[in-house]
């Protein structure tokens, strides 16, 4: 008997122990089709985001995390859409598919505005759909500034108390001083960070570097905690 109550009470420990099966991350992932991006920039970016999603690095840390993954797309006032919903990836092969759902997205708009703060509500409200997820974080890429619709700066403090992180990548083709307007008004949150991208060439470059900061530092802390954790 007492075998028996020594095996249960180890078996209880391990259970306390070892964490449920869930989400440690839920990234949206947002990218800009306002009037300035032209046909091959458009490609450009969901062939480049494709790629960095089969990153090894980065597709091991969304397999590992069981990382939630949505996409939009954004551009004008009132003119957002989530092209791909909130899915869970549980394995390489949904990685894959994911990579090839995002390179076949149709665009949505051509030749409207630019409304950051916009794309940004949108994203806060998608992520009630995922309150499993241990982080929230916000990957959204422009190649100007905010010129229509609510501004993202009075976004910031909606993102801030729901506890989402705002990345911003900034695409510095055309407008001069673009990464400190995304450090002033569009980022938010613990570590929020912005990658420059030169041009729209640069952008895959520029997406895999920040897709990896997101997903592989996210996943080395989660480990440096858990060792602490158990000292």
Same mark, same amino acid.
């Given at each position: 008997?007492?075998?028996?109550?020594?095996?249960?009470?180890?078996?209880?420990?391990?259970?306390?122990?070892?964490?449920?099966?869930?989400?440690?991350?839920?990234?949206?992932?947002?990218?800009?089709?306002?009037?300035?991006?032209?046909?091959?920039?458009?490609?450009?970016?969901?062939?480049?985001? +494709?790629?960095?999603?089969?990153? =090894?690095?980065?597709? !091991? $840390?969304? %397999?590992? @995390?069981? #990382?939630?993954?949505?996409?939009?797309?954004?551009?004008?006032?009132?003119?957002?859409?989530?092209?791909?919903?909130?899915?869970?990836?549980?394995?390489?092969?949904?990685?894959?598919?994911?990579?090839?759902?995002?390179?076949?997205?149709?665009?949505?708009?051509?030749?409207?505005?630019?409304?950051?703060?916009?794309?940004?509500?949108?994203?806060?409200?998608?992520?009630?759909?995922?309150?499993?997820?241990?982080?929230?974080?916000?990957?959204?890429?422009?190649?100007?500034?905010?010129?229509?619709?609510?501004?993202?700066?009075?976004?910031?403090?909606?993102?801030?108390? +729901?506890?989402?992180?705002?990345? =911003?990548?900034?695409? !510095? $083709?055309? %407008?001069? @001083?673009? #990464?400190?307007?995304?450090?002033?008004?569009?980022?938010?949150?613990?570590?929020?960070?912005?990658?420059?991208?030169?041009?729209?060439?640069?952008?895959?470059?520029?997406?895999?570097?920040?897709?990896?900061?997101?997903?592989?530092?996210?996943?080395?802390?989660?480990?440096?905690?858990?060792?602490?954790?158990?000292?």
């Amino acid at each position: 008997m007492r075998g028996l109550r020594s095996t249960l009470a180890i078996s209880s420990l391990l259970c306390l122990a070892t964490p449920a099966l869930t989400c440690d991350l839920a990234l949206a992932l947002a990218f800009d089709v306002s009037g300035s991006v032209n046909a091959d920039e458009y490609r450009l970016q969901v062939d480049g985001l +494709a790629a960095a999603l089969r990153d =090894g690095s980065v597709s !091991e $840390s969304l %397999v590992r @995390g069981r #990382v939630a993954v949505m996409v939009m797309q954004w551009t004008g006032s009132s003119r957002q859409h989530i092209s791909l919903p909130w899915r869970r990836i549980e394995s390489f092969a949904d990685v894959d598919q994911l990579a090839v759902d995002v390179a076949g997205i149709e665009r949505g708009w051509r030749d409207y505005s630019t409304a950051i703060g916009e794309a940004m509500q949108l994203a806060l409200v998608s992520f009630d759909d995922v309150p499993d997820c241990a982080r929230h974080v916000l990957d959204i890429s422009a190649d100007g500034v905010s010129n229509e619709g609510i501004l993202p700066q009075d976004v910031r403090p909606a993102m801030a108390a +729901a506890g989402i992180i705002v990345n =911003g990548l900034a695409i !510095e $083709s055309d %407008v001069d @001083g673009l #990464v400190d307007y995304f450090r002033q008004r569009v980022i938010t949150g613990p570590g929020a960070f912005v990658i420059s991208a030169s041009d729209y060439t640069d952008y895959p470059r520029a997406i895999r570097q920040k897709m990896l900061r997101e997903v592989t530092d996210q996943f080395a802390d989660l480990e440096h905690q858990a060792i602490r954790a158990g000292r």
